[in-house]
């Protein structure tokens, strides 16, 4: 299994790598712990809501039942909205009692991930060699 993070604030792209055969709870509780911060998603038994931002996703929320369907293939939002309804209430009293901020609308994964790549291999490492001279 593979995970991607972006964060915005941080300026920050990573990604965690598990054999999904070895995953214990404590895997779960550490990469729910990571993900709190840094994704829009809640849990609730087994159910999770997710949002697939644009432009590589499809901007819309989704529910998936990860343990009948770990692949999170089938959206349930339409079949299941009671669940949807209480996942939402969930993510948006996380969302109001934590202070997220919003992402911007025209924010984009890939220009980050550039941006990111840039600056850590470029530009900080020239600024390091005009530091180291002076």
């Given at each position: ?22 995953i ?16 829009k ?10 949002f ?15 343990v ?8 349930l ?32 994964q890939?220009e980050?991930?550039?941006?990111n790549?840039?600056h850590?291999?470029l ?8 530091r180291?001279?002076?």
């Open positions: 299994m593979i995970i991607h993070i972006s964060t915005v604030a941080r300026r920050s792209t990573f990604f965690m790598f598990f054999n999904i055969n070895a214990t709870a404590s895997y779960v509780t550490f990469i729910m712990k990571i993900l709190k911060y840094v994704s998603w809640q849990f609730k038994g087994e159910y999770k809501i997710l697939n931002r644009a432009p590589l996703g499809d901007g819309q929320w989704h529910l998936y039942n990860i009948s369907d770990p692949g999170e293939t089938l959206n939002r339409d079949t299941k909205p009671e669940i949807f309804t209480a996942l939402m209430q969930g993510y948006q009293d996380y969302v109001r009692n934590n202070g997220v901020l919003p992402i911007p609308e025209d924010y984009d890939r980050q991930v550039i941006s790549a840039l850590e291999r530009i900080k490492p020239v600024q390091e060699f005009w180291s001279l002076f």
